[in-house]
């Protein structure tokens, strides 16, 4: 049937057909998406048991496998000294060690973190007896507005025990993965250096 031949009862007639399918299609869909599942970010993830030794004492977690490690010790544990930066590991802030080696706390998922032991900044001073680290960097004036430091001192703590050498050119060169915006480097070094002849 040509369109030129179509009456308008027929035109009424396969119009009101065709909607109807068209309706009916529509309905078949909506269907579907209803019955769907919800959208991966907002369905609720099986949560992880884990044993992470932090700071000296087995902590026993169950946390989300999408979790880093900087989450987990900033928002669930309230250990916020541990700092947020690019949260990409380009910054280092988030340096911490991990089975005494400095890792970027923003790029490890905590659920893959089962029995290994993590140090926090908060975990350096023996009591009330500052890591000679700490004491270096107030001494020398080893940073202005501290926000990068827990991450500084993290790191140089990672870096004396890997035994590396303490002379200025390789100490800029082994610390370079943390950035600090007030531009505190010399007297970072300077603290560095001389806690290495104490730690
Ligand atoms: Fe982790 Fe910047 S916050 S490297
Ligand atoms: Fe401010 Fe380093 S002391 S970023």
């Known amino acids: 049937m040509t369109i030129r031949n179509l009456t308008r009862r027929e035109f009424l007639r396969d119009t009101a057909a065709t909607g109807g399918a068209v309706a009916v299609a529509g309905q078949a869909s909506l269907g579907d998406a209803l019955a769907a599942p919800p959208p991966v970010a907002d369905r609720k993830?099986?949560?992880?048991?884990?044993?992470?030794?932090?700071?000296?004492?087995?902590?026993?977690?169950?946390?989300?496998?999408?979790?880093?490690?900087?989450?987990?010790?900033?928002?669930?544990?309230?250990?916020?000294?541990?700092?947020?930066?690019?949260?990409?590991?380009?910054?280092?802030?988030?340096?911490?060690?991990?089975?005494?080696?400095?890792?970027?706390a923003c790029l490890l998922l905590a659920a893959r973190l089962d029995h290994r032991e993590v140090q926090t900044i908060e975990g350096l001073a023996n009591g009330e007896e500052l890591h000679p680290l700490q004491a270096a960097f107030i001494e020398h004036d080893g940073f202005q507005c501290g926000y990068c430091t827990p991450g500084q001192i993290m790191s140089a703590a990672g870096l004396l025990n890997e035994g590396r050498p303490t002379d200025e050119r390789s100490i800029r060169e082994w610390m370079s993965g943390n950035i600090c915006r007030c531009g505190a480097y010399p007297n970072i070094v300077t603290a560095i250096r001389q806690a290495s002849g104490r730690a």
């Open 45 to 104: 993830p099986e949560l992880h048991q884990v044993t992470i030794r932090l700071n000296g004492t087995d902590q026993q977690l169950r946390i989300d496998p999408r979790t880093t490690l900087l989450d987990l010790l900033r928002e669930h544990l309230h250990l916020t000294g541990t700092k947020k930066g690019c949260d990409m590991g380009a910054c280092g802030a988030c340096t911490v060690l991990l089975d005494g080696k400095r890792v970027n």
